[in-house]
């Protein structure tokens, strides 16, 4: 994968954000699929059967588990994953047993690793609700994440497909990598090619494994098959780089608490290009925040604003916006078709969206 050149951000826009370029069905609240975008009314039949498999796939018989795995994942979402997984298949056949298997596969190794982060970072909030650690405590979240992990291995054993064994083994053990190298890393440390390297580990390679899996299980060519894998994780990583500019947005827009990456000192790519091109007085002042106690809402929105000053959102959105073109271009030597068509269409999305 090429990691994007570093170019001045494009002044055009005055805004912190650009406009989403569709509306997100459903409100925050609603436990239905949240659908990406109007452009995959083509697979909705699928994603509604996904769901119904979601819920009756994680009921166990101990309540506990079951209150907080559900809590999770009937909270909604995009399901964006599961959507590569069928969409991936889609290019070849329509998506069978085995396919709707994975992409349940790839929501629960999902949830699991949102269960985990939360009580690795002390999350509050997950998607517009209270965290499942603040209704039930840490024990219960981290435990009921082992039991989504292994319930996706197990089903994914009984595929008797060795070859996605490997690619969903190794890409878990990647993402578990990636968090452990963000876990570590200095905030003093400012580079971006270990920002890349982090976000490729823990985001991007779940995006490239789960299209590539689709594809596989639809009878696609070795060649097809790492095509589409590269075109999941260019998305990935344009997935998170906007992930971490809108960490810096607003919250009536996002949902989500402002500025957590900056309270927990992960330097995302904004910090990190602050502290780099920011005048000394803003370096200076960004340092002196990072080694604060305590780093406060009034911290951060200091900060918000010296990004606005500096350019460091739009920086961010155009680095996303080359890894969606990168993406794209991964896409040339697959066949022509309308599913070719809704990939494409879908890194349009993931660099427009404002939540």
């Not at 009937?74 to 964006?80: S, V």
């Not at 949830?111 to 998607?127: F, P, S």
């Not at 319930?151 to 190794?170: K, N």
Request: glycine content about 8%; hydrophobic content about 40%; overall charge negative.
């Amino acid at each position: 994968m090429n990691l994007p050149s570093q170019e001045t951000p494009s002044q055009a826009s005055t805004t912190l954000f650009p406009q989403a370029l569709t509306k997100v069905n459903g409100s925050a609240n609603s436990s239905a699929w949240v659908k990406p975008t109007r452009f995959l009314d083509s697979i909705s039949t699928e994603m509604a059967e996904l769901e119904g498999l979601i819920r009756e796939y994680a009921q166990t018989e101990i309540p506990l588990l079951n209150s907080v795995s559900s809590h999770l994942l009937e909270a909604g979402g995009k399901r964006l994953r599961p959507v590569m997984v069928l969409l991936g298949g889609s290019l070849f056949r329509p998506p069978d047993e085995r396919v709707m298997q994975a992409a349940l596969v790839v929501e629960y190794l999902h949830t699991a690793t949102l269960l985990h982060d939360d009580v690795v970072d002390g999350g509050e909030t997950r998607r517009g609700h209270k965290a499942p650690r603040m209704l039930w405590g840490d024990e219960a979240s981290v435990l009921s994440g082992d039991y989504l992990f292994s319930l996706a291995f197990h089903t994914l054993t009984r595929m008797r497909r060795p070859d996605v064994l490997e690619l969903m083994s190794g890409t878990t053990t990647k993402m578990a990598c990636g968090e452990l190298q963000q876990l570590t890393r200095n905030f003093l440390d400012t580079s971006e090619t270990v920002y890349y390297e982090i976000i490729n580990c823990k985001t991007a390679c779940l995006f490239g494994a789960a299209t590539k899996m689709g594809a596989l299980l639809s009878g696609a060519s070795p060649e097809a098959a790492q095509s589409l894998y590269d075109y999941g994780a260019a998305l990935g990583m344009a997935f998170q780089v906007v992930d971490d500019a809108l960490d810096y947005g607003d919250t009536l827009q996002t949902g989500k608490p402002v500025g957590t990456d900056l309270q927990e000192r992960k330097i995302t790519l904004p910090l990190s290009h602050l502290l780099r091109q920011g005048s000394s007085e803003a370096q200076a002042a960004v340092q002196s925040i990072l080694n604060e106690h305590v780093i406060s809402d009034c911290h951060v929105t200091q900060v918000i604003g010296l990004m606005q000053d500096c350019g460091s959102i739009p920086y961010t959105l155009g680095a996303a916006q080359r890894f969606a073109d990168e993406a794209r271009t991964r896409l040339a030597s697959l066949p022509d078709s309308p599913t070719r068509q809704l990939l494409s269409e879908i890194t349009e999305f993931v660099v427009s969206r404002t939540s």
